[in-house]
């Protein structure tokens, strides 16, 4: 009888760690998740807002009719396409866990679309590094004459 109720204690035992080390495993994941959600709300945000204030200064130097257009353009081309890169993560977010949630073989593609997705994280704020030297450049080469 006092081995049976040894073997209680310690079914007991390894129950409450199996619950202990899912809920750990819940709250890390549920932290991954809120991370990568930061992360495109950061990589949205900066690239979009650069996007944005590129477009308004251009939009200046057109109503100043500024030979200095097309350089200050093409500096908006990697914001545009760091905002882009940044709704494809979003999207690819989504896809991958709509994928993990299916059978062995959609879990292996949820996988693929997840390293896609980061990627993507990874060259939206790389574009968002490039167009702001670019747009460094673009402001220590002109000449202090734009209007």
Known sequence: MAELERYKADLSSHLEAAKH?????????????????????????????????MLAFIAHLAVNK???????????????IGTLLGGLVSGGTYLTQWLYAGGPIAKKA????????????????????IGA???????????????
């Open 21 to 53: 080390n899912y809920n750990g495993e819940i709250e890390m994941f549920k932290s991954v998740i809120m991370a990568g959600q930061n992360a495109i709300r950061t990589i949205v945000g900066i690239n979009g807002g650069a996007s944005v204030a």
């Open 66 to 80: 500024s030979p200095f257009i097309s350089t200050y353009a093409s500096c908006l081309l990697p914001f545009a």
């Open 110 to 129: 949820g996988f693929v679309a997840n390293v896609v997705a980061i990627l993507a994280g990874i060259g939206a704020f790389s574009s968002f590094g």
């Open 133 to 147: 030297w670019w747009t460094y450049e673009a402001f220590t080469l002109a000449p202090a004459q734009i209007p």
